[in-house]
Every structure is written in C-alpha cells, then in structure tokens.
C-alpha cells in the first residue's frame, strides 16, 4: 500500500532554471550580467531597467560568481550586453565622457549619491580634491566621508572617481591601486605636483 | 546572487567602512521568514529577491499539483511575486514586519491557482517526469498523482495540497482559503480518504 502522505511531501518539483530570473528581472529587482572587454581590459558590467549598477575588472573579480556576490543587488549571467549599450560603454571609456549613458545607483544613501553626481561633473582632463566635493555639497567638513563615498563607487571609470585625488596634489588611494589610479590621469593629461 | 556591495576598500582616511545591512546575507542560503521581512524594510529589492529564493519552488510545486500543467505553474509561480511586489510597494514596515510571508504568497496564489483552473478546461498534462523521494526510497510518479488529485473536489484538493505538499498548518490554511479550521480538516480527511479509495482500486487487478 503506498503512504499517501509521504509520496505528497515528497512531490515536490524543482522549478525551470529561468523563473527565479525571468521573476525578479521583471520587477527590476536584479541586473543582468556580462563581460564586456575594453581598453581596461575585460570588464564586469551590471545593468537594470534604468541604467548601469556595477563595473568591475575582471582581475578583481576572476569570475561572475564572484562579482554578483559582491554586488549589491541580485544578479544573473547573461551572454552579452546589449548592442548600442555596448557601444555608449566603449564610447564613454575611450573618450572620458560618459554621455548618454544612465546610472542605476539605487541601494546607495543619498550622500552617496550625492558625492557621485558630484564626481560627475569633474571633466576629462582635470582633477579635483574630496574637499573640493565636500564643499560642492555645501559639506566642507565631510572630506573623509567623501573619501569613504567613493571608495564605494560601484561604477568606478565611467563615474570617475580616479579624478579625484588629495589636496596635496598626490593621487591618493584607489579601489584598483594608485598607480592604475595615476595610470588613468595620465592617460586622460592631467599631471599633479605629486606626479 | 547577493553578497556584500562592496570590498573593503583602503581608503586615504583609513576608516573603517561602515558594515552594510546585508553584510554577508547570501541568497543561495536559506534565509528566515525575519530576515527577509528585515530586508523588505531596508532593501526592498534585495528582500524581493530572498523571498523569490525561499518560497517560489514551494509554490510552484503546490501549483504543479493544483492547475493543469507546468505552464500554468510557471505563471501561477511568477504573477504571484509580481503580485506581492506590487502590493509591498502600498505596505508601511509594521505591516511587512506583520506579515506571514507563506500564507501571504499562498492567498495570492490560490487565487491564480482557481482562475486557471476554472478558466481553462484543458486535460491535465501527461507528465512523465518522476519526483525523487530520496536516495533509498523509489521515485514517486508525479503524473499518476496528478490524476489521482484531479478527482477530489476543489476544496479538497487545495486543502491536501496545502497540507501535504505544501506543509502549511491548518491555521495557515483556514486564513488562505477562508474556511473554518473545523472545515479545512474535515477537507483534507475527506480528501485523503477519498485517495485511499482511489488507490484502493488502482491495485485491484
């Protein structure tokens, strides 16, 4: 005689691959994924509905896995990133203006936020300091949360925070190490008295 | 799929990066009904995602059982989250920190569950696929049960369903379906009698 109810506790199904994906992508929940190489070498990109929410190079995060761990909202693996996507990335790197490209900063604090708009309007080619941030936000004395906001740049390049160094003219520290740091001001002609 | 936004990063201050909220949190772990009602409060998106992980497999098992098909699973298991993401956008944080986050899925998904049923008589799906019943024990034929399920009444049906696939308590199910206690216990002794009989003729040549 079959035990009815251990067969019903035991009917349980795994459901498609894709529904857990196809669900929180749905309501925006999650971003997708891909590698995108670059002039910078092969990059981690995340993207929702409403813009880019993460780059990451590859010699930080060796695998997806890892950069979706990492990241701040849900993640799925996708093969590629969408064309003209593809293409306002490769735009924004090789030129140093990030125009026509949409940031997806949700899940950040406002100050944060803050602190990376700020770091927008620094133009290719030139520098500013964190104090010089603090006192665009009407802050002065939150140089060190400055520092601190864009140490946690989950877009690092396109938004740039590598343009902003210390008041002494030295480059100061970067997620991915000073010298790419100096590297990447250098490329773009900036030359500080540190440099 | 979730971990830690950030590194710990050295910084020129050298501050300590202040820990997130869902520092650590990994979503392929099985997270509590309190910590996912915790990060609906604080991260909608990040809570959303825990809940999909946690409780969209249950669902979609107990809609395999209480619609037509897979198909019908499938979309019972996906307009039910979309449905509860859309109402968590109304909720204040008393009321997500209130919530019976199973029940509350199962409510919305009964409903789903019905709306198929009555709406489209197709024939129940042959499902060849067995559902495994452990590693010793032989695999259960889910498409036989499919039918076996199919001849008890609605009522009956979800209530076995909810108990016995689902393992949701009798309270539990009094509030999703809205019958008395009394009533819901009857259904489902009702219900696994009426399975018995089935099975009873099944095995006689």
């Not at chain 1, 691959?17 to 196809?22: D, K, T």
Request: glycine share 8%; aromatic share 6%; charged share 25%.
């Amino acid at each position: 005689m079959i035990d009815i109810e251990h067969e019903l506790a035991n009917l349980a199904e795994v459901p498609p691959a894709h529904l857990e994906r196809v669900t929180v992508l749905a309501v925006d929940a999650g971003d997708q994924v891909a590698m995108k190489s670059s002039v910078h070498g092969p990059l981690w990109i995340s993207w929702s509905k409403r813009g880019i929410t993460g780059l990451t190079p590859t010699f930080v995060d060796e695998t997806v896995d890892a950069f979706i761990e990492h990241h701040r909202r849900a993640g799925y693996d996708v093969e590629t990133l969408p064309s003209a996507l593809d293409h306002d990335i490769e735009t924004a790197l090789a030129s140093g203006v990030a125009e026509g490209l949409s940031f997806d900063l949700r899940g950040l604090s406002s100050f944060q936020v803050s602190v990376l708009e700020a770091c927008q309007t620094i133009p290719c080619g030139s520098a500013q300091s964190y104090g010089w941030i603090a006192s665009q936000l009407g802050k002065p004395g939150a140089t060190r949360a400055v520092g601190t906001a864009l140490a946690k740049n989950p877009i690092p390049l396109l938004i740039p925070c590598h343009r902003v160094v210390r008041s002494d003219g030295s480059v100061g520290s970067y997620a991915f190490g000073s010298d790419m740091k100096r590297e990447l001001l250098v490329e773009e002609g900036v030359l500080l008295p540190g440099m | 799929m979730f971990g830690p936004w950030f590194r710990n990063f050295s910084i020129d201050c050298n501050e300590t990066i202040p820990q997130p909220v869902l520092l650590g949190m990994n979503l392929n772990a099985p997270s509590t009904d309190r910590e996912i009602k915790q990060a609906l409060v604080t991260h909608r998106d990040a809570g959303f995602t825990m809940l999909v992980v946690r409780f969209q497999p249950g669902i979609y098992s107990g809609a395999r059982r209480l619609t037509h098909g897979h198909e019908d699973a499938e979309e019972v298991a996906q307009e039910t989250f979309l449905r509860a993401y859309r109402a968590l956008g109304g909720y204040d944080d008393r009321r997500i920190s209130n919530l019976k986050l199973s029940g509350w899925l199962w409510t919305i998904a009964i409903n789903l569950c019905r709306d198929r049923a009555s709406g489209r008589r197709r024939p129940i799906a042959i499902d060849t696929r067995l559902a495994a019943s452990g590693a010793d024990a032989p695999p259960i034929d889910a498409a036989a049960w499919n039918e076996r399920l199919a001849r008890l009444s609605t009522d009956q049906r979800t209530a076995v369903v909810l108990r016995h696939v689902a393992d949701l308590s009798i309270a539990d199910i009094s509030e999703i379906v809205g019958r008395p206690q009394g009533t819901v216990r009857a259904d489902i002794s009702r219900g696994l009698d009426h399975l018995r009989d089935v099975l009873a003729r099944e095995e006689t040549p």
